[in-house]
């Protein structure tokens, strides 16, 4: 397992985008990994640039039948790249499905609202935005039940006492 960090582009861009980024992919690709962590590869980078990188993480994938295991806080970002899509709230899982059930039929309120943040100007992409009220908890200190409690516009007097489990839902 190998990890393909954001840091060799984002800092860089006067030194010469391409370059960097091509080092950082030939240093990754190497050994000839089976699976390559992703650490927010675009996060710190423009809207075009972050299209390259992910076109160019795609074609690679294609060419090498790569694995990436991509950590992203943008939704928006890993819509292309993704078979199976992990959400997690305050370091806790809250929903797994494949990319395509996530973007058409979300089941958590957070990835609900992750959704709705997305400007991309895609139509599927164009959901009802919901912003989230409510405080933001440390990590260190979770509310106590579902830890998602105090931004949920579902939550009920159970939310507060209860820590829902991960359920299995076919469908
Ligand atoms: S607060 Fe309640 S309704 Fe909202 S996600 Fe948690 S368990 Fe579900």
């Not at 710190?44 to 992203?72: K, P, R």
Request: hydrophobic residues 35%; charged residues 20%; proline residues 8%.
């Amino acid at each position: 397992m190998l990890t393909y960090h954001s840091g060799l582009c984002c800092g860089s861009l006067q030194l010469g985008w391409h370059r960097a980024k091509h080092l950082g992919v030939a240093r990754a690709l190497t050994p000839n990994p089976m699976l390559i962590v992703c650490d927010e590869p675009v996060s710190a980078l423009d809207v075009s640039v972050q299209a390259q990188v992910l076109n160019m993480l795609e074609d690679l994938q294609n060419e090498f039948g790569l694995t990436y295991l991509f950590v992203a806080h943008d939704l928006g970002v890993v819509e292309h790249i993704s078979d199976r899509i992990m959400v997690i709230y305050l370091g806790k899982i809250v929903e797994i499905a494949p990319a395509e059930t996530i973007y058409l039929e979300p089941a958590h309120p957070y990835t609900e609202a992750l959704l709705g943040s997305i400007h991309s100007g895609n139509p599927r992409s164009e959901r009802k935005r919901r912003f989230l009220g409510g405080t933001v908890p440390g990590p260190s200190n979770p509310p106590v039940g579902c830890n998602f409690n105090t931004r949920c516009p579902y939550a009920t007097d159970l939310c507060h006492c209860e820590e829902p489990e991960l359920k299995w839902c076919a469908g």
